[in-house]
């Protein structure tokens, strides 16, 4: 069975300075490999979506992520982030089995 | 396009009480999973539903249950209710079944809070 590990479980970082969220995955079966946010008390949006291609995925809100095989990784960046993006961010192998979160706080 | 809908959004419920939470799709969805989220265990994945068939279950005990009707709406219901059954449940769309073609997306309702007291 797929596995995804989240190996932070929270990221505190300051308004305008880049992020880094970290996530690996078992290698055992294809791999589909998605980020999710979740914003207070809401549902799970999708950020971005890993299928094949282009091993640098870019999706919503400026967030962007690298497939790498060799190390099977999946980490999600963002280059600047804002007070906005204060939220926890789930990374997950299609739709069964989603890592334990991230959760990102910015501060002013 | 209306988004997946899940209701009630909030309910309490005494231990050893039954509940049933719904969840309406995005529509022409046929896919319909249910999660359930606590702080302490994350996301974890209950069951999947397409076209009225469970095709996945996750890891729970026989008090959880769920079924999908015709016009893919989903229920599940909770047994014999447990204080740790208390978490955030969520319902997720998506337009076609994993395997038939693996270029979907899931769309997540907001949620159904249950609180067992």
């Known amino acids: 069975a797929q596995s995804v590990t989240q190996l932070d479980s929270q990221v505190p970082v300051f308004e305008e300075a880049p992020v880094e969220l970290r996530c690996n995955y078992s290698s055992s079966v294809s791999v589909y490999l998605f980020w999710y946010v979740q914003y207070p008390n809401q549902g799970l949006q999708l950020l971005l979506k890993y299928l094949s291609g282009s091993t640098l995925v870019k999706g919503i809100n400026g967030f962007e992520a690298e497939f790498n095989k060799s190390q099977t990784s999946f980490h999600l960046r963002k280059p600047s982030v804002h007070i906005s993006d204060t939220a926890e961010y789930f990374c997950a192998a299609y739709k069964l089995s989603f890592g334990a979160g991230t959760t990102v706080t910015v501060r002013a | ?117």
Request: hydrophobic letters at 30%; proline letters at 4%.
């Open chain 2, 1 to 117: 396009k209306a988004g997946v809908t899940q209701t009630p959004r909030y309910l309490i419920k005494t231990r050893g009480q039954q509940v049933t939470l719904s969840c309406s799709p995005i529509s022409g969805h046929r896919s319909v999973s249910w999660y359930q989220q606590t702080p302490g265990q994350g996301l974890q994945f209950l069951f999947e539903y397409f076209s009225e068939t469970q095709r996945n279950k996750g890891n729970f005990p026989g008090r959880f249950s769920g079924r999908q009707f015709s016009n893919s709406r989903s229920e599940m219901n909770v047994s014999t209710l447990e204080l740790g059954d208390s978490a955030l449940y969520l319902c997720a769309s998506s337009l076609e079944y994993p395997g038939a073609g693996m270029n979907t997306e899931a769309f997540f309702g907001q949620g159904t809070r249950l609180t067992v007291v």
